[in-house]
């Protein structure tokens, strides 16, 4: 599986961005797919994850009530939509892929990336 983001680039605190993460290849139903972020110096975070079928999500406790994760099958394509950003949320957002569901929510569990997008939030 291939991943591509998009959609990153500089906003103002309290503004909002929407990242899109288009997939190709081979997706079956039990595919997941996740937004992780890097900030600089930080290690590889989750931030949230849904199933390539059904209707559940999974967010990081900083993501909730703020980030909402969603699909299109039709096109393949994940998003991020982020709203009330703050200059913590400044990293680069990376799109994850593992065919099954994982164990635990973490980079590690994780094989497929794409490139990332930087998303920057001024104060």
């Known amino acids: 599986v291939q991943l591509v983001e998009s959609g990153g680039g500089l906003v103002q605190a309290g503004g909002s961005l929407r990242l899109s993460c288009a997939a190709s290849?081979?997706?079956?139903?039990?595919?997941?797919m996740g937004w992780f972020r890097q900030a600089p110096g930080k290690e590889r975070e989750f931030v949230a994850g849904?199933?390539?079928?059904?209707?559940?999500?999974v967010y990081a406790d900083s993501a909730k009530g703020r980030f909402t994760i969603s699909r299109d099958n039709a096109r393949n394509t994940v998003y991020l939509q982020m709203n009330s950003l703050v200059p913590e949320d400044t990293a680069v957002y990376y799109c994850?892929?593992?065919?099954?569901?994982?164990?635990?929510?973490?980079?590690?569990?994780?094989?497929?990336w794409g490139q990332g997008t930087l998303v920057t939030v001024s104060s």
């Open positions: 994850g892929a593992r065919s099954t569901l994982p164990p635990l929510w973490l980079t590690r569990y994780f094989g497929s």
């Open positions: 849904l199933f390539w079928s059904g209707d559940n999500t």
């Open positions: 290849g081979r997706i079956t139903s039990k595919y997941v």
